[in-house]
């Protein structure tokens, strides 16, 4: 199976008013240069309409950062799969560690989010990692597959081929403390290893990300490592400069 395409997404978190992100979104229309890695923008729900106008004809593709596991209805305040599908994402995020520790998300709660992006045609990026006291404890390889497998949990092989999967230790993140590349290379092998296990016809073809304060002067050094497919970036997402960096890090 061939290399997949590096995938670069950009995870803004609660940042950026509709004002901001479409100005963000317009700008990097504007300077987006020709490139052979994937570029998304996985911006707040209420922004996602606007990003979505003014990334049109960028190359770059439109995320959200979160997904309800319910189909429509009475869920006050959520996001389902077919608005965002509407409004022209073709990424989620699930499962990000924000989420499992500020709203508790479950792997249950994760798995079924993701299982119902995939009924979509939304490809989700579905969060896993350790806490700092996992891995002080040498615990971080079984911890994190186990936290894979069971967010993954339903996801059948037919519409499985769409995953993304990012390797996000808490411990990385926003702290400026960046999981070494071999940190990054060991889990993501781990992770392929898991994946093989349940796909075994496609997992070479799902792309594996690492996040956890990647920044232009580490990016390449992580995406180089054999089956690091890619980043998931949250505070150097923001300044359309550290982008174009880490962009261009990637050609
Ligand atoms: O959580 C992250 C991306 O989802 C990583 O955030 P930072 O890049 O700010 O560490």
């Known amino acids: 199976m061939s290399t997949p395409r590096t995938l670069l997404a950009l995870n803004w978190k609660m940042n950026k008013t509709p004002t901001e992100a479409g100005e963000w979104a317009k700008a990097l229309q504007e300077e987006l240069p020709q490139t052979d890695a994937e570029l998304v923008v996985c911006a707040p729900a209420v922004t996602l309409s606007l990003v979505a106008a003014h990334l049109y004809g960028s190359g770059a593709g439109l995320g959200a950062q979160d997904v309800s596991a319910h189909e429509s209805g009475a869920y006050t305040g959520e996001t389902s799969a077919a608005m965002l599908k509407d409004v022209g994402a073709a990424y989620v995020i699930v499962g990000h560690s924000e989420r499992r520790t500020y709203h508790g998300e479950t792997d249950a709660v994760v798995a079924a989010k993701a299982r119902k992006a995939l009924e979509h045609g939304l490809t989700p990026i579905v969060c896993v990692g350790e806490g700092l006291d996992v891995r002080e ?82 990016i390449a050094d992580i995406c180089a490592q054999p089956n690091v497919n890619g980043a998931l970036v949250g505070g150097a997402a923001l300044d359309l400069r550290s982008v174009l960096s880490m962009v261009e890090a990637l050609a």
């Open 137 to 218: 404890a040498g615990e971080h390889v079984p911890y994190t597959l186990a936290q894979l497998r069971s967010s993954l949990e339903g996801v059948q092989p037919g519409s499985a081929e769409q995953l993304v999967i990012a390797y996000e230790p808490v411990w990385a993140i926003g702290t400026g403390r960046t999981a070494t590349s071999a940190d990054a290379e060991e889990l993501a092998a781990a992770i392929r290893g898991a994946l093989r296990e349940v796909y075994p016809d496609f997992a070479d073809g799902v792309r594996v990300l690492y996040g956890g304060s990647v920044k232009p002067d580490n």
